[in-house]
């Protein structure tokens, strides 16, 4: 299921401000960033690229991402990057209302369902992870993808899709995202 939640209680201000961070982020210089680096799966606060075999592929998909673990809030904010002053704060409080939002879904489709109150609650819902994307500029932008072809390991995404807009296309048996900048 794909929909867009309007009037859902988050201040445009904190998500603008929680987007400058994110920005922030990502240009600071690679040996700010250095510590964050890492192809271990099970790192709680990392950063990936897809950079680093340019000279090996045919096609790239040239992004960065930061993720890291948002619930509980009080284990995994002294992991989260430092750098910043205002990263821990608006990524704190934006991540604390988006868990609430995604939640308010989940009880909306457990009603929708018929399935009883609170039953999204117990461990399919206990963690939270953040996966920030970055499209760096690519040399060769032709042969170059933004993600491939994949299915979000978790119970529900909420996407903040910034400054680009999407339409989804179903073609045969699957769903292709069109992603276009928004005017």
Not at 138 to 155: F, Q, S, V, Y
């Amino acid at each position: 299921m794909i929909a867009k939640v309007i009037n859902h209680g988050i201040s445009e201000n904190l998500l603008h401000d929680t987007m400058d961070v994110f920005r922030e982020f990502f240009a600071l210089p690679p040996e700010d960033k250095a510590s964050f680096f890492s192809e271990d799966p099970n790192k709680l606060c990392r950063l990936i690229t897809s950079t680093g075999n340019y000279d090996r592929e045919n096609v790239h998909l040239w992004r960065d991402a930061l993720r890291h673990a948002c619930h509980p809030l009080d284990k995994f904010i002294p992991l989260w990057p430092q750098q910043l002053l205002k990263y821990r704060e608006h990524v704190g409080k934006c991540s604390t209302q988006v868990r609430k939002v995604a939640l308010n879904i989940l009880e909306l489709i457990s009603e929708g369902l018929g399935i009883e109150y609170g039953h999204f609650s117990d461990e399919l819902s206990q963690e939270t992870v953040l996966s920030v994307n970055y499209y760096p500029p690519c040399p060769d932008p032709c042969l170059t993808l933004g993600i491939t072809k994949h299915c979000d390991p978790n119970l529900i995404t909420i996407l903040l899709q910034g400054d680009m807009a999407f339409r989804v296309l179903r073609i045969g048996n699957g769903l292709v995202w069109n992603l276009f900048r928004k005017d």
